[in-house]
């Protein structure tokens, strides 16, 4: 139904667009009927039987800022270990037991955690509960597991 009220926020936007008394239609009238439509679906959502879409839009938007977090605290993380002039990591193999459900879930969690630099997933079990994970450096495994902790309670707002 996510996807059904925002057709219904659009729809609501160009009926507005056309039933406004403009020679032209300009944006602004537009963004002003998408705004109309956010109050008239918020105001009648409850009858859908379904949540707010602009909540799972939100909580969207918090995993996509979770995400680059850890992109960019990673990186940074990585570049040092290059860059140090001995090379002191251990590298290795964990297996993580992840609490996601859904295949789209695990998929996620695995793409998320192999963008972030200095950690690949390798294997997904058959179950698809259990992620193997090769990390760069296994004395940053515990931060790589909270990581781990914030993808799946973020990927869950998503989904549930």
Excluded at 23 to 28: G, H, I, N, S
Excluded at 78 to 94: A, D
């Amino acid at each position: 139904m996510f996807f059904g009220q925002f057709i219904l926020n659009l729809l609501i936007a160009l009926l507005w667009l056309l039933l406004k008394d403009e020679p032209t239609p300009t944006l602004p009238t537009f963004i002003t009927g998408f705004l109309v439509g956010i109050g008239i679906l918020y105001i009648m959502h409850r009858f859908f039987g379904t949540q707010f879409y602009l909540v799972r839009v939100v909580k969207i938007i918090k995993l996509i800022l979770i995400f680059f977090r850890e992109l960019v605290v990673s990186g940074v993380v990585v570049i040092k270990l290059i860059l140090s002039p001995k090379l002191n990591i251990t590298p290795g193999i964990f297996k993580y037991k992840t609490i996601l459900e859904d295949d789209w879930e695990v998929t996620t969690l695995s793409l998320l955690l192999t963008l972030t630099p200095g950690s690949v997933v390798m294997e997904v079990s058959e179950s698809g509960d259990e992620l193997y994970i090769h990390a760069m450096d296994m004395k940053q495994k515990d931060d790589l597991i909270r990581s781990l902790g914030r993808f799946e309670t973020a990927i869950m707002e998503v989904s549930r």
